[in-house]
């Protein structure tokens, strides 16, 4: 793709490296390439859309939005959140839904995901994408903000 894609946080907390995060799917870039939020310990925490595009997929712990041109980012709230059944988050959004980057999409509690024994680490993935094509925007270890670019996909 001749233009790069800038895929923003979806939420606010310290940067990590995919390779750290604890779940090897993720770790292992299987689904993609990205990186890693560790999210503010907030008790209600709005994560938007890192791209403007058609949300694709949409479950409570997680999204997918496909921009124009195809290019697709998952965005994952914790790991192991499929357990709880969608308990715990609200939808702002719907499959199919056009979305601007920034929109809300999801709102959940890092909280209580961290108390019931869950990573609320959050993966952002540029979905089935090349390595060599994601150049990290932000540093692995610092604080980002809700919103701040993460990402550029070329």
Do not use: N, Y
Not at 6 to 29: K, N, Q
Not at 33 to 52: F, K, M, N, Q
Not at 67 to 88: E, M, P
């Amino acid at each position: 793709m001749s233009t790069s894609l800038t895929v923003l946080a979806p939420v606010a907390g310290t940067v990590i490296a995919m390779s750290d995060v604890p779940d090897p799917v993720f770790a292992g870039e299987i689904v993609g390439p990205g990186l890693a939020i560790d999210p503010v310990r907030e008790s209600s925490v709005t994560a938007i859309a890192p791209v403007a595009g058609t949300v694709l997929k949409l479950h409570a712990h997680a999204f997918v939005v496909q921009a124009d041109g195809g290019r697709a980012a998952l965005v994952h709230l914790g790991l192991d959140t499929v357990q709880l059944g969608g308990a715990g988050f609200t939808l702002h959004v719907a499959e199919g839904d056009v979305v601007r980057a920034g929109d809300a999409v999801v709102s959940w509690d890092p909280v209580t995901v961290e108390a019931g024994g869950r990573s609320p680490v959050c993966p952002v993935v540029a979905l089935q994408g090349e390595a060599s094509a994601v150049t990290p925007l932000a540093t692995v270890g610092s604080v980002i903000s809700a919103g701040d670019p993460l990402l550029a996909w070329s």
